[in-house]
């Protein structure tokens, strides 16, 4: 018998795992997928034509603003009046994505940098940036 011996009485248990089912599935396994793997690899030579298909991003318009240890003020290294500082911010508030890279003296006091960011977001510039220098080690 395949469970246990020649015993009368009370059978035995046979505690040994029967892999024969295990190894019998593994092998048609092995033998679907050899033969499957010729038909999946196998494709229609085909010469396709070179496409772009990135999208072609338009880089922000961007403005430096210098505040010097004075607290003078240069738009793209010319020197401009505070007047004149209202004028151009709401001129470039008007440009879709534009950006103000703010280039300022360590010099120069909170206050007068906290008012022209003040002003570049009441006139509409909502990108901010800080040029700085990298520390030299």
Known sequence: MAFGGFEKGAQALNNE???TPLVDVMLVLLVVFILITPVVTHSVKVDLPD???SRNEEKPETVTLA????GAVFWNDAA???DELLARLSDAGKIPNVELHIRA???VKYQRLAEIMSAAQ???VLKLGFVTEPVRQ
């Open 17 to 19: 795992i029967n892999t």
């Open 67 to 70: 505040i010097n240890a004075s």
């Open 51 to 53: 496409a772009s298909s």
């Open 80 to 82: 401009i009046t505070d």
């Open 122 to 124: 009441y006139n509409g």
């Open 105 to 107: 003296d360590k010099e």
